[in-house]
């Protein structure tokens, strides 16, 4: 439930080590987070080809766009491209454009070995970048979705953490949830917070640590804007059976 769905692409160039580790890599980390890997692609050419002109990257993109997949997972930068020297921000547009164009996040597994001092200095602000654009599309996905709910005459208010635990257990945006969903998962949210709730060995103002850290892990890593506050919980179990009152 809410899980991310990933494809992920994998290249070694004739002279490099077998892609096998690579793939394990890419693996255990999916696995750590969440992800469901829903195809593998992997390629045998040199990182200096510009990826639009790799046939195998190509059928990657393709597969982005005609399916709903929501990251492209590759093992580290250099898999992804090795600019020529004095170019390594062409890598930075491309990578944007890819997301841009694809509606994808990018994520590098690992810790690049780079020689090459530019693209070392390209790799520490990526990792930078891609946080804050990470934050960025999801504000972004939130915001339109909201706006498409407003124009279909169906619930609209900012997402409260209903919203963000339907999004999550239906595989949606928060403006995609309706209100047969919002209404199943409000019953299923109070059900599961009631259960810590009535705890009485647990302080009602660690729940949503305690939630965080177990049931809804995967919810705070898909949406780290979503509602966490002991009022957020208060709210939920003292709710009726419409909607609770503001995010939290």
Known sequence: MGIMKAVVYSRVSTEEQNPESQLQDIIDYASSRGY???????????????????PVFNQVLRFIREHDVDLLLLHDITRFY???????????????????????????????????????????????????YERLQISMRTKYGLLRIKREGRLYHKPDIVYYYASWLYDKDPGDVTREEYMAALKQLRNLVMKYWNDPSLKKTRISEVLKRNELKGLYTRFPRAPKSYLTFYRLVHSDDGKIKGGG
Do not use: Q
């Not at 469901?36 to 790799?54: C, D, H, L, M, Q």
């Not at 994520?107 to 020689?115: L, Q």
């Not at 530019?118 to 990792?127: A, Q, Y």
């Open 82 to 132: 090795r600019p020529p020297p004095g170019s390594a921000f062409k890598a930075l547009g491309i990578m944007r454009r890819i997301m841009d164009e694809y509606n994808i996040l990018i994520e590098f597994v690992s810790e690049p070995e780079i020689e090459d001092p530019m693209l070392s200095e390209l790799w520490r602000f990526l990792k930078s970048w891609i946080s804050a």
């Open 36 to 54: 469901t890997i829903v195809k593998v692609f992997e390629e045998n050419i040199s990182g200096a080809t510009y990826p639009f002109e790799r």
